[in-house]
């Protein structure tokens, strides 16, 4: 338990970040509305932008986190944190100001390159963050608490956002981004990633020069570690990125299955919110309470569920049995809403039994 317990302040950091970046998704979809078709509940234009805001976001994402990750090799994951939890205040800022079509705009523009940074380094930097501190057979379970960590910040930034207004969601969602950023820079120690690979040596790189003890070590691991071609340049090209996900059977099988899950995640949520205030007329409350179910059985599963499967079965069947809870959740909203479907809330009640796989 104590290399765990030395992760308490990176969970504070993770909690807050998450609470910041999740309290304004109940609020979002009213706004997008009233900026971009005022005084209607159906909008096709919105859902057109939140879609072309997760291909670019993501297709960003894909160029920046790699080098952001190997950054984070040389330089401490705590420096690169830091970059996307101070980039992620911009935006909330924006809207804090005014919500206007101008407004809007502006925070649209200023969310996808946000997001390009923050969406997926963020998140593959406190786990790299966390497997330097946890050794290798408690890592499962690590991930798990750093998952109900940010399910908690996500239930209660939802919680927070059911009973505040839009104006004052946004003031207080960038000020908890501006709080996250500072505590991260004060309290969190650095993961001292020079400790773990030499300074010299690129640790996705071969042909680099490495210290005696990092070449002695690497070479057991030589054949099974899929590595970088070398090259000079100081940062992997996209050619290099490419070489590295098809240098590996394991690597880019994996990479083909998260592609395909969250084409499919992102797909639902781009144009769920939409699609339940144009049929129902939804709004924020409703939308917060609904989140609010979704992020209590995800963050209970994470927190008490995940670490004990995590002692009991082997990580590839917990891949299986989140992959497969995520697939019926994306089918059973695909038939939640047909006309013999009769009572939608027996599929809300399935959909969170799910959750918690």
Request: glycine share 8%; proline share 4%.
């Amino acid at each position: 338990m104590k290399d765990l317990a030395g992760l308490g302040h990176l969970f504070v950091a993770a909690f807050l970040f998450h609470f910041a970046s999740y309290m304004v998704l109940p609020a979002i979809t009213d706004v997008t509305m009233d900026a971009v078709c005022p005084g209607r509940d159906e909008c096709s234009v919105a859902i057109y932008l939140a879609g072309f805001q997760s291909a670019i976001t993501g297709l960003g994402a894909l160029v920046v986190t790699p080098i952001v990750g190997n950054l984070s090799d040389k330089y401490g994951r705590k420096a690169l944190m830091t970059l996307p939890v101070t980039v992620a205040v911009v935006p909330l800022f924006i809207l804090a100001c005014n919500r206007s079509k101008v407004y809007f705009y502006a925070y649209y523009v200023v969310r996808i390159i946000a997001g390009v940074f923050c969406e997926g380094s963020m998140h593959c930097l406190l786990l790299a963050y966390v497997a330097d501190q946890v050794g290798a057979r408690r890592r499962a379970a690590a991930f798990g608490l750093l998952a109900g960590v940010s399910a908690a910040g996500f239930v209660s930034g939802t919680l927070t956002a059911r009973f505040l207004p839009t104006s004052s969601t946004f003031q207080v969602a960038a000020a908890v981004a501006a709080a996250t950023a500072i505590y991260l820079r004060v309290f969190v120690p650095d993961s001292g990633a020079n400790s773990f690979v030499d300074e010299a040596c690129d640790p996705l790189l071969q042909g680099s020069s490495c210290s005696a003890t990092s070449s002695s070590s690497s070479l057991s691991d030589e054949d099974l570690t899929p590595r970088l071609p070398p090259h000079k340049g100081g940062l992997p090209s996209l050619s290099d990125m490419i070489a590295l996900l098809t240098g590996s059977v394991t690597l880019s099988g994996t990479a083909i299955v998260t592609l395909f899950y969250s084409l499919g995640e992102h797909g639902l949520h781009a144009a769920l919110l939409y699609y339940l205030k144009a049929q129902f007329g939804y709004s924020k409350d409703e939308f917060a309470n609904l989140m609010l179910i979704v992020g209590a059985a995800g963050m209970l599963s994470q927190l008490t569920v995940m670490p004990v499967l995590a002692r009991l079965v082997s990580e590839e069947t917990l891949l299986i049995l989140g992959l497969l809870g995520g697939c019926a959740h994306v089918f059973l909203y695909g038939i939640a809403w047909s006309y013999w479907v009769i009572p939608v809330e027996l599929t809300v009640v399935f959909y969170t039994l799910l959750s918690i796989l």
